[in-house]
């Protein structure tokens, strides 16, 4: 069974602050995937990592996908109450016997405070 | 765009009911899933299929059943709820021939009450 382990659980932070939350696994992906869910709702894609050490920028958020493409970590700059929500990383299993399944991790519920 | 498309919204089940999730997209994506999310967690994987005909086993698959036999349809199966079923399924679907796949899109959930 691959499993997608995120960290912290619960995040509350004030406004300003930086942050990063981490997703390991024992297990390598073909790719990772971060989505972001507000309450309600269904998850939204942030990004997509795909190649070990990769790095992506999105506004004040960047991503990492590690070296071995078995962990991912996002670090989010100066937070803002808008970022409040539940950010969920994703990996992607393209080949074998689990080829198309798409595994998510336990998710982060990130609280920023004004 | 329509998108994926889950109904119903909201239901209510006796203990020992069955009833069907219904769940349709119109992006003529390969891949489609089903996911169970309880209260602040994550998604777990219930079922998936990569096409038309094919449909595997993801995490917590008992309990419930799927068919795939249209690209655009992927309706899954309660038998014999049970209140441990209580919980917001949602249905994804994405697209890939080779290289990363693309988002998954995700319909708005059906939120399940087992009683």
């Known amino acids: 069974t691959q499993l997608l382990e995120q960290s912290p659980q619960f995040l509350s932070i004030q406004e300003g602050e930086n942050l990063t939350v981490y997703c390991n696994s024992s297990s390598v992906f073909s790719s990772l995937q971060w989505y972001r869910q507000e309450p309600g709702e269904g998850p939204v894609l942030l990004v997509t990592?795909?190649?070990?050490?990769e790095v992506k920028k999105l506004k004040r958020l960047t991503f990492q996908f590690g070296d071995a493409r078995k962990d991912s970590s996002l670090h989010i700059t100066a937070a803002q109450p808008g970022d409040t929500g539940l950010y969920l990383c994703?990996?992607?299993?393209?080949?074998?016997?689990?080829?198309?399944?798409?595994?998510f991790g336990q998710g982060t519920i990130l609280t920023v405070h004004p | 765009n329509a998108g994926v498309t889950q109904t119903p919204k909201f239901r209510i089940l006796k203990i020992g009911q069955s009833m069907t999730l219904q769940c349709a997209q119109d992006m003529n994506h390969n891949y489609m899933y089903w996911y169970r999310q309880d209260p602040g967690m994550g998604l777990k994987l219930i079922y998936y299929?990569?096409?038309?005909?094919?449909?595997d086993k993801g995490e917590v698959p008992n309990g419930y059943n799927v068919s795939r036999s249209t690209t655009e349809d992927f309706p899954l199966r309660l038998e014999l709820a049970a209140p441990s079923q209580t919980s917001v399924y949602f249905c994804?679907?994405?697209?890939?021939?080779?290289?990363?796949?693309?988002?998954?899109?995700f319909g708005q959930g059906t939120r399940l009450t087992v009683v």
């Open positions: 994703a990996g992607l299993n393209a080949g074998g016997t689990s080829y198309g399944k798409l595994t």
């Open positions: 990592v795909v190649t070990g050490g």
């Open positions: 299929s990569v096409g038309a005909g094919i449909t």
């Open positions: 994804a679907s994405s697209y890939r021939v080779t290289g990363p796949v693309t988002e998954a899109f």
